[in-house]
């Protein structure tokens, strides 16, 4: 008869198992073991109780264990949990497209459910060429994308990452070898510098026969950095893509669902993108669901001469995730959501800035449900991992940044522990 296990048994198991993100075999990162999560709760299984600073890669919006989504799922659970949707449909599935479509800018009318954030990016690629292509321009294969980006971990979303940061240029040789401008200048309200949009341009004029699109995430460059950024940009950028007979391509799926305070990071501009990607928040953290948005333009033209679109993942839409993703966009809708999220942004601000002074900081900033502590160094995680897990939250941060992207329904208290927090380790650092 098996004993029973111990948690020190779990984590040994799990050591010994099982690969975490980015981490090595032989020397992981420290792991621990989640007993249960509640609101904007972690429990561990050694009792520990955390407050939550990530909502899991900024996805759980509405906080753990909700009740809403809860039930959702379970309703869907005694009709289906999945069927294949090559040949068959859904109500969940219809429902969330036409959700979808109403709240996302005008232009963008059609949809398409993948699996994951990196697979829409995937998907996104793939339109993009599919239309050129049809248009019998088949030479425009090629992106153009800012550097400190990133779109995820698949090998064309790879190929738009920023090449040098560190995630992926381990893989430069095998990956497509796209178009790289620089980054927008940093600042939500710093004025426009024409020399960024000269470079673009230049880029743009020189290698356009070439180019099927520009991809870039709205507003906030997140995983390469989170750096904020004027929103005019894009509306230049839009034009310019124009122009040239460039397809314009928003990652939304970081910004997407309220994060930086208006439900799409899209609306910070005056414009729209030709395809969208979603992902992350899409059904309120609970399952893993992403979604490419495009408009008439582009469907319609990848379907002009018989043409199909040639993606169909096995669990493209998937009913329990629609479901899911059905009652998060109510819960989205029904709340106050902007002014959910303008508060937290005075909260984040109010409970970062004390951080400013101290000699290890470059800098505070937030937009939004995001508040980011930019450090001069680098942290080891290995190290401050287990110092927030000690202070009673949940924080993971990368590279120089430590950041909060909380669930939107977090009390001003918390946010305050999340500040004290992070306050305290960097101080004892
Ligand atoms: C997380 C993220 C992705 C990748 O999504 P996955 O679901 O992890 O594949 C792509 N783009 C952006 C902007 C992201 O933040």
Not at 49 to 70: A, K, R
Not at 106 to 121: C, K, T
Not at 172 to 199: M, R
Request: aromatic fraction near 10%.
């Amino acid at each position: 008869m098996q004993t029973k296990r111990t948690t020190q048994d779990y984590l040994d198991l799990d050591k010994q198992l099982l690969w975490h993100p980015y981490t090595s075999m032989s020397h992981p990162s420290p792991q621990f073991l989640v007993e249960k999560a509640e609101g904007c709760e972690i429990t561990l299984s050694t009792g520990e109780c955390l407050v939550d600073g990530m909502s899991s890669w900024w996805s759980v919006i509405h906080g753990y264990n909700n009740p809403t989504i809860n039930q959702a799922i379970e309703e869907q659970l005694k009709q289906f949990s999945h069927v294949m949707f090559g040949g068959l449909t859904h109500k969940p599935a219809i429902k969330l497209g036409e959700k979808l479509i109403e709240i996302t800018p005008e232009p963008l009318q059609r949809v398409f459910f993948s699996d994951s954030g990196s697979v829409s990016v995937e998907v996104a690629l793939k339109m993009a060429i599919q239309y050129w292509h049809t248009q019998g321009k088949a030479s425009k294969q090629f992106f153009v994308t800012p550097r400190s980006g990133y779109h995820g971990d698949t090998f064309a979303a790879m190929s738009v990452c920023d090449p040098e940061n560190g995630m992926h240029n381990l893989f430069t040789d095998a990956l497509t070898q796209q178009f790289f401008v620089s980054p927008p200048p940093t600042g939500l309200h710093t004025p426009i510098d024409e020399n960024y949009i000269a470079e673009i341009r230049d880029m743009f004029s020189q290698h356009h026969q070439k180019i099927a699109g520009f991809i870039i995430e709205p507003v906030v460059q997140n995983a390469g950095g989170m750096r904020f950024y004027n929103p005019d940009y894009l509306n230049t950028i839009r034009a310019l893509c124009d122009e040239f007979d460039i397809l314009l391509i928003f990652d939304e799926i970081a910004t997407g669902f309220g994060r930086t305070g208006k439900l799409f990071a899209t609306e910070h501009s005056q414009i729209c993108p030709d395809i969208m990607c979603i992902g992350k928040a899409l059904t309120g953290g609970y399952m893993t669901l992403a979604a490419t948005l495009t408009n008439d333009k582009v469907a319609l033209g990848i379907s002009e001469k018989d043409g199909v679109f040639m993606h169909g993942p096995t669990f493209m839409a998937n009913p329990l995730a629609c479901s899911a993703a059905n009652a998060s966009l109510k819960l989205l809708l029904e709340g106050a959501i902007t002014e959910q999220v303008k508060q937290l942004e005075l909260w984040l601000k109010t409970s970062l800035e004390p951080c400013e002074t101290l000699d290890q900081v470059k800098e505070v900033r937030c937009l939004g449900g995001i508040g980011v502590v930019e450090l001069k160094e680098a942290v080891s995680l290995h190290n401050i991992q287990p110092k927030f897990v000690a202070q009673g939250v949940w924080i993971r941060p990368f590279g120089k940044l430590i950041y909060l992207m909380p669930p939107y329904v977090i009390s001003k208290h918390q946010v305050e522990q999340l500040g004290k927090a992070i306050y305290q380790v960097i101080q004892d650092k």
